[in-house]
């Protein structure tokens, strides 16, 4: 069992940054592999960006790619979306998920989700 709490959402203005985090606890943080997703009022939840275990590998979607950068610190057991050129269509909660690897086999769903963390970009 993992808990993921996330941070650092905001209101901000169109073309600003924010940073959010993910502090996670009750495991091994490099067991996960972490990912970001994000919901707006009346769409479903979308993938925003994933990262390997050890950080090596990260995975975005075409729509946040060259805007935003997840980023893992594996020793703070937290995992980071920065957010830059925010357009108001970054509008949304956005929350962090955990997919657990045991054995060395990860699995093909995200396990664990925090409560989400609100993002308002104003235009």
């Known amino acids: 069992q993992v808990q993921l709490v996330e941070s650092g959402g905001g209101l901000v203005q169109a073309g600003g940054s924010l940073r959010l985090s993910c502090a996670a606890s009750?495991?091994?943080?490099?067991?996960?592999?972490m990912g970001w997703f994000r919901q707006a009022p009346g769409k479903e939840r979308e993938f925003v960006a994933a990262?390997?275990?050890?950080?090596?590998?990260?995975f975005y979607a075409d729509s946040v790619k060259g805007r935003f950068t997840i980023s893992r610190d594996n020793i703070k057991s937290t995992v980071y979306l920065q957010m830059n050129s925010l357009k108001p269509e970054d509008t949304a909660v956005y929350f962090c998920?955990?997919?657990?690897?045991?054995?060395?086999?990860?699995?093909?769903?995200?396990?664990?989700w925090g409560q989400g963390t609100q993002v308002t970009v104003s235009s």
């Open positions: 990262i390997s275990r050890g950080g090596g590998s990260t």
């Open positions: 009750g495991r091994t943080f490099s067991r996960y592999v």
């Open positions: 998920a955990a997919r657990e690897t045991l054995n060395g086999v990860t699995g093909s769903e995200y396990d664990y």
